[in-house]
């Protein structure tokens, strides 16, 4: 009776350990704010928002004359300026003016935006708006010191032969300064709440070390717009990080198990979507009446990627007090989910 009790046992100890490795692996991208007063300010702005209309406004050619002359380049401001935003972000970008159907003049000033954002929200599919406009920008050329990496190089080299390397290390350079100061407004669709930054600093493209010459405009525009939409994105973007997470396919009820795999499915598939993925996950939960593991942490993994941090943390809980599941992977993540979410307190 005992050894039969004890077999029982322990083939229920073998059925958790198998449901608990019944995972597969995904990366999943994450918002990760500054800890500062205003990243928690930044937080509580963005919450769980992440579909974000980009207008950029149409520059006057006027204002740009003194970086550009008479070259058609200015008519390709929008565009690149979208592209420089684009780069590595962690918001879902929508480009307004490619919407011909529901694009007009008055969208693509301030004004205008928010008038109509409730609408074109809507339209869009867009929880916030990203408006960009520019203030007066300027160019200036100026020399500094710079280290000549491959003259110490070889003054090393010649140095440990024995020769008399008599090259200057250090050579005065020339650099273009750009200044592209773009006047950025976030716009929640929902509250019409708004943040705002304008990037105040100019970039400094440098020529080859010792060349004393100033570099053309065209030559340091990219860089110099890819610093001022870094600059933006700082302020009034939280940073994007990717991490494995395991997702759970198996569970002891088959129409439970079927649910988490349609969801991993649609988690990692060609057009991964973690949102509809959430939805298989949700319908298992509900399902297994709260009792599935792999679902509560699943659900806890789609929280993760939109910052919702509390709820992630509720679940991971939620899925330790379940019987059948990685306890042990669950704290962890309870743990990485808590030092991810905590901002600095001490600056209010």
């Known amino acids: 009776m005992k050894l039969e009790k004890n077999v029982k046992l322990l083939l229920s100890f073998v059925a958790i350990a198998l449901l608990a490795s019944c995972a597969e692996t995904i990366d999943v991208e994450y918002p990760v704010f500054p800890k500062s007063k205003e990243g928690r300010q930044l937080q509580k702005f963005v919450g769980v ?18 970086i ?3 070259s058609s380049f200015v008519d390709q401001m929008p565009s690149k300026v979208f592209e420089a935003f684009d780069k590595e972000g962690y918001y879902k970008l929508i480009d307004v003016s490619k919407r011909a159907d529901i694009a007009n003049e008055q969208m693509f000033t301030l004004t205008g935006l928010t008038k109509g954002q409730a609408k074109l929200g809507k339209l869009l599919n867009a929880e916030m708006f990203l408006f960009i406009g520019y203030q007066k920008p300027y160019t200036s050329c100026g020399q500094e010191t710079k280290f000549d990496a491959a003259a110490a190089a070889l003054k090393a080299v010649s140095i440990a032969t024995g020769g008399n390397n008599n090259e200057a290390v250090s050579k005065l350079t020339g650099y273009r300064a750009v200044l592209i100061p773009l006047d950025a407004t976030l716009i929640n669709v929902e509250t019409g709440a708004t ?12 020529a080859s070390v010792g060349d004393t010459g100033c570099p053309g405009v065209l030559e340091a525009f990219g860089e110099a717009l890819d610093d001022a939409s870094a600059q933006i994105k700082e302020r009034l973007s939280p940073q994007v990080k990717t991490a494995k997470i395991k ?34 996950w949700k319908k298992a939960d509900q ?15 789609y929280y993760f990627s939109i910052g919702d941090y509390d709820n992630a943390i509720k679940n991971f809980e939620k899925a330790m007090n379940v ?4 306890k042990n992977y669950f704290r962890e993540m309870r743990k990485r989910v808590e030092a991810t979410a905590a901002v600095d307190q001490g600056d209010k």
């Open 323 to 326: 019987k059948g599941g990685d």
């Open 68 to 70: 550009f002359g008479e």
């Open 247 to 280: 997702i759970f396919v198996k569970d002891d009820n088959e129409e439970v198990a079927s649910l988490l795999q349609e969801g991993y499915e649609e988690a990692s598939g060609e057009t991964p979507s973690m949102k509809k993925a959430f939805e298989q």
């Open 287 to 301: 399902k297994a009446g709260g009792k599935s593991p792999g679902a509560l942490s699943n659900m806890a993994a």
């Open 49 to 66: 928002n992440r579909q974000v209309g980009l207008v950029v406004q149409k520059p006057e050619k006027g204002l740009w004359h003194q």
């Open 195 to 206: 943040m705002k930054s304008v990037v105040s600093k100019p970039y400094k493209h440098f």
